[in-house]
Nanobody, 124 residues
Framework: VQLQASGGGAVRPGDSLRLSCGVSGRTSSSYAMGWFRQAPGKEREFVAMIKWSGGSSLHSGSVKGRFTISKDSAKKTVYLQMNSLKPEDTAVYYC??????????????????WGKGTLVTVSS
């Protein structure tokens, strides 16, 4: 499975941005797809996750209500719509996949596949 993230850029506080993650290779309906981020000097943290089948999703508390994860199964693409961006959202955002859903606290150690990151910079 290969993941390709895109859509990062430099924006101002309050702006919106949409990240995309293209998925190639053999996947399964059991897969979970999601986003993590890593800010300068900090550990990588969970942002959002979505079930490939059914579309159930969850978001971290720090982005809930501002970010929305979604998918287009036909295009094999996962999106992260980011609204009301804040300077603390500045980070490299990574797309990741796991072969099954996990009913617990998500962390980067659970993921099986990673894409290269895309940088999001929020600054006035």
């Amino acid at each position: 499975v290969q993941l390709q993230a895109s859509g990062g850029g430099a924006v101002r506080p309050g702006d919106s941005l949409r990240l995309s993650c293209g998925v190639s290779g053999r996947t399964s309906s059991s897969y979970a797809m999601g986003w993590f981020r890593q800010a300068p000097g900090k550990e990588r943290e969970f942002v959002a996750m979505i079930k490939w089948s059914g579309g159930s999703s969850l978001h971290s508390g720090s982005v809930k209500g501002r970010f929305t994860i979604s998918k287009d199964s036909a295009k094999k693409t996962v999106y992260l719509q980011m609204n009301s961006l804040k300077p603390e959202d500045t980070a490299v955002y990574y797309c990741a996949a796991r072969t099954s859903w996990f009913a617990g606290t998500w962390s980067d150690g659970l993921m099986h596949y990673w894409g290269k990151g895309t940088l999001v910079t929020v600054s006035s």
